[in-house]
């Protein structure tokens, strides 16, 4: 019976960071991917893409439990969220703020071998930016109650993760036009499929009050998802040029390009069940994944 316990507590624990749906994980580490693939010291070490990797989940799993202390009125309210750790009651508020600190200790832990390993005038950068990061992945769960597009804050969020890694494995924000590229990339591949994801909630949300993109956007949110990702695909095409990445890139990035125009697409028909949106949006860890791909066999010697 102990043991029953332990486990459906670790099973709560898990799905409050969203571990068991590890889409939502990825593709947040696949733009670090992209940025450490498109720095000059490109190809990164192991230890640098491990250590990346577990900052990445640490972050996103507090990311995922700030946002639903913020939701924990809300999510009972929406099909999608109800059944949430918190919002379905398996875990209580001072129990997921315990595991929130745990989760940005442990971000912080692995940032400070990342800084040990960097030149004395970078490790302030690395720290500069994880503390920038902070107020803006706290502040998106509120940002539904007070501002009209949501997701933009979202990218933003989603934009350190180009920053950090770059930072990391160079010593600086030196990175000229290609790290722009792969910065505004990130922002505006963020933006549409975070819009998508909005758009399965959009009667519960205009119903509760809150707001989104897909709420702000309204029929021409699939418009403007495929613009966000035909520019996403641009920026990153740039970047790989100037970075001078192998012919072999431009086959796959072609290919997810077109496969994200398709996807976007597909969201203009009519009367969508919500399982769509899901989908679209493993489909786009797919085809970031599918870029990051490119990127890595173009570095190749």
């Not at 803006?136 to 997701?151: E, T």
């Not at 909630?201 to 021409?220: C, F, M, Y």
């Not at 695909?233 to 997810?256: D, E, K, M």
Request: proline share 6%; glycine share 10%; aromatic share 8%.
């Amino acid at each position: 019976m102990a043991n029953s316990a332990i486990g459906a507590r670790l099973r709560a624990w898990l799905e409050l960071v969203r571990w068991h749906k590890p889409s939502g994980r990825l593709i947040l580490l696949i733009p670090a991917g992209w940025s450490l693939w498109l720095t000059p010291n490109a190809p990164p070490s192991a230890l640098l893409v491990g250590l990346i990797v577990l900052g990445g989940l640490a972050v996103s799993a507090a990311g995922c439990i700030a946002n639903d202390l913020w939701d924990r009125r809300i999510d009972p309210l929406v099909e999608r969220t109800r059944s949430r750790p918190i919002a379905d009651g398996r875990v209580g508020v001072v129990e997921a703020t315990a595991l929130l600190v745990l989760a940005l200790l442990l971000a912080l832990a692995v940032l400070l071998v990342l800084m040990g390993g960097l030149p004395a005038s970078s490790r302030s950068l690395c720290l500069l930016l994880a503390l920038a990061a902070l107020p803006p992945v706290l502040l998106y769960p509120s940002a539904k109650r007070w501002f009209g597009y949501p997701q933009v804050v979202l990218a933003l969020c989603w934009g350190f993760a180009v920053l950090i890694p770059w930072a990391a494995a160079t010593g600086s924000l030196a990175g000229g036009w290609p790290l722009a590229l792969v910065w505004l990339a990130t922002l505006l591949w963020t933006f549409g499929f975070d819009t998508v994801y909005a758009m399965a909630d959009r009667d519960d949300d205009r119903a509760i009050g809150v707001r989104s993109s897909a709420l702000s956007l309204g029929q021409q949110a699939p418009l403007a998802v495929g613009v966000s990702y035909g520019l996403a695909a641009l920026a990153l095409s740039l970047a790989a040029g100037l970075q001078g990445c192998g012919w072999i890139t431009w086959p796959l990035v072609l290919l997810a390009a077109a496969g994200m125009q398709r996807e976007a697409a597909l969201l203009r028909r009519p009367q969508l069940p919500r399982s769509a949106y899901g989908r679209h949006f493993s489909r786009q860890v797919q085809l970031g994944g599918l870029l990051l791909l490119a990127l890595v066999l173009g570095q190749l010697p």
